[in-house]
């Protein structure tokens, strides 16, 4: 599992965290694939986003996953 780090900001929405770790080229593509539920926000299916990811979550996509750490 990989650690993204807040470096001192209180959270990262989720389409961004997609771009960030290089998961989708776009933000077009992130939002895409989040409508479509196919990322999960500790283990349950997330639709929203901008959803806000704070520390102590764990994004899981295309069988990677990344927990978030402040």
């Known amino acids: 599992m990989e650690i993204f780090c ?3 900001h209180p959270h990262v929405e989720l389409c961004d965290l997609l ?3 290089g998961w ?3 933000g077009a593509a992130a939002k895409a694939v989040i ?3 196919l990322v999960e926000v500790d283990a349950q299916a997330e639709t929203r986003k901008r959803c806000k ?3 102590g979550k ?3 996509f295309n069988g ?3 927990r ?3």
């Open 68 to 70: 978030v750490e402040a």
């Open 35 to 37: 409508a479509e539920g």
């Open 53 to 55: 990811i704070v520390a």
């Open 64 to 66: 990677g996953s990344v």
């Open 19 to 21: 771009k960030l770790q």
């Open 6 to 8: 807040l470096d001192g």
């Open 58 to 60: 764990v994004v899981s």
């Open 24 to 26: 989708c080229e776009s």
